[in-house]
């Protein structure tokens, strides 16, 4: 392991003129470190990615690429060489895991064992992780834990927390927009999505949701849309015997963005050259708060208030939606 960080140190991160920003995710063990790399690679995350002591990857971020270097506990407490690189890094990510009241004590104590190590000038993000567990420690008590606060109110330091999931992720790409807007002075990842249309359909392709957020664009048939990606998915499955094997498909200047869940088919229509990690993130948000309304109301159609409300439940989503309705009522 040793052999390894020296390599790291003085092949990677002592080069002069460097360019790839350089983000440590750094959190107790378990607690949700290699799932946040994983969601980062492939936009989910599966119990096929096992998760790694320590390990460093370049990744492709919206536009940016990004080099991740994921450490455990041990090495970051105990390496020489991991204490010269936290020297160098551009960004910090602190996770914290918010299972219990003794584990977020332990995250906190574990970041002040850091906090010197870390330039003041490096951006600090820390991800208050697993808000899908229904009984985690609450965000607002994490807000206010004497740790952090202490963390907050160094004027020096860049600092911002976010409650996320990475296993579902909730909240999990505006964290990241933060850290990845201070490192890079680019435009975040959320801006480089741009969605053109949602449509959910039922098995066998019936369109059962449809909603166009761009009216410039050409409305095809949904009905005749379901049913080719519908047809696509049954050779798909047939052949490769699996539940679906299409995620993305690419036509014309548009992507369209598939994901499936619980027997319902949602197809988000975004730019081509858009970042499909967030466009798929975006996409099972929808589906999730679709199925989440079906079945509180499964033999009812969806009301156009509905599906506002519905689609309101995402926040980036939400913004748009509040555009369109200032243009309906001007």
Known sequence: MSSYLSFLRDKVFSKKGEKTPRIAILGLDKSGKSTTVNRLLFGTVSDANPPQSTCFINIYYGKSLISILEADEETSRESPYFQDILSQIDGVIFIIDTETKRHVEASFEYIYS?????????????????????N????????????????????????SIYDISAKTGENFYTAFDWIISRITG????????????VIIL???GVPAFDHTFDTKIEEHDSTLLGGLISALN??????????????IIKLGHFKLVIRKMQGWTGVLFVNRDDSESKAQSLSEEILKAFIEEKNRKPDQELARETKYELLHKIP???????????????
């Open 114 to 134: 850091l906090l010197d190590k870390i330039p003041q000038q490096t951006p600090m993000l820390f991800l208050a992780n697993k808000m899908d567990i229904e």
């Open 136 to 159: 985690a420690i609450p965000f607002e008590e994490i807000l206010l834990d004497p740790a952090f606060q202490v963390i907050t109110d160094d004027i020096n330091r860049s600092v």
């Open 186 to 197: 680019r435009t975040p990842l959320r801006e480089e999505v741009t969605l053109k249309r």
């Open 202 to 204: 039922q098995e066998g």
């Open 234 to 247: 049954i050779m798909a499955t047939t052949i490769f015997e699996s539940e679906s094997v299409m995620d």
């Open 316 to 330: 980036e989503i939400a913004i748009l939606l509040d555009q369109e309705l200032d243009q309906e009522i001007n």
